[in-house]
Structure formats: structure tokens, C-alpha cells
């Protein structure tokens, strides 16, 4: 990993701590990390279901909408991690760091979520969804359907 991309391991390991203050938790760490640390305290408090298409958080390019504020959606993340199989190295390495402390969190839902992600950012087309809620192992397979069809 390049220097800085050890951000986000710090801002989870923050959140792991009980940190929740999402100001303290981004400060001084790249948009994309930011964005996943946004999206980690989302589910944690209260694990929303995935929500319709949005346009996507901005991005390093000039690319989406959004501010910087916004939270980011369970679409959003699987866009993420979407371009990062695609070939944005810096992106997976920060989605690599990030779902690799999710998968070993507590709550099986996080858990299976990031073990799942981590398995399709690694090249695994048939990750594991059983222990993942109907409504995000039906959201993973959609994202698995994408890289399929492109």
C-alpha cells in the first residue's frame, strides 16, 4: 500500500474504538476513504436497506454529484468496488484495507459484507452471500451481474 491509504485502516480501527463523530473520523483522509467511512457508520447505525439509484458521491476526476457531506448508499459502495475490479488500484487498496476490517467485525451482517466485497475485489466471481440478508446478497449479486455482463 502507498503512503496515506493507512488512513482509513486508522479511521476503522477509530470506529471499532466507539468513535462516531464522522468529522473526526475523515479529517485529513482522501474522499474515497472518506466515503467508505461514511458508508461503515451508516450501517452501523441502523443497517438501512439498499436505496434506489442515486447519482454517485464525487469522485477522484471530476466524476458524480453530491457534496462532500453526503452520505454514501450500498450502491454507491458497490459502484466502488465495481471500478476498483475494474482496474483503479488506488481505490481497491483502500476498499482492500477497509473490507478486510469489516469482515472482522462482530456484527455477522458487517462481517459477511465485507468478507463478501473482499472476495470479489480478490477475483472471486461466487463469493459466499448466505450469511448476508436477502436484500444486500441480492444487491452483491447484481454488482457480480455487472462485472459479468462488461
Do not use: C, Y
Amino acid at each position: 500500500m502507498i503512503a496515506g491509504n493507512w488512513q482509513i485502516v486508522d479511521a476503522i480501527q477509530a470506529i471499532w474504538n466507539g468513535e462516531r463523530d464522522v468529522d473526526k473520523l475523515t479529517e485529513g483522509i482522501d474522499r474515497n476513504s472518506a466515503l467508505i467511512v461514511r458508508r461503515i457508520l451508516q450501517a452501523l447505525e441502523g443497517g438501512a436497506p439498499p436505496s434506489p439509484p442515486s447519482p454517485p458521491a464525487p469522485l477522484p476526476g471530476g466524476e458524480g454529484g453530491g457534496g462532500e457531506g453526503e452520505a454514501i448508499t450500498l450502491l454507491q459502495l458497490l459502484d466502488l468496488v465495481e471500478r476498483a475490479v475494474r482496474g483503479d488500484q488506488q481505490l481497491g487498496g483502500q476498499l482492500f484495507s477497509a473490507f478486510q476490517q469489516m469482515a472482522r467485525q462482530d456484527d455477522p451482517t458487517l462481517s459477511a459484507l465485507g468478507n463478501a466485497l473482499l472476495r470479489i475485489l480478490i477475483g472471486d466471481t461466487h463469493p459466499n452471500l448466505d450469511d448476508l440478508p436477502p436484500e444486500l446478497a441480492s444487491a452483491v449479486r447484481g454488482l457480480l451481474g455487472q462485472l459479468r455482463r462488461r
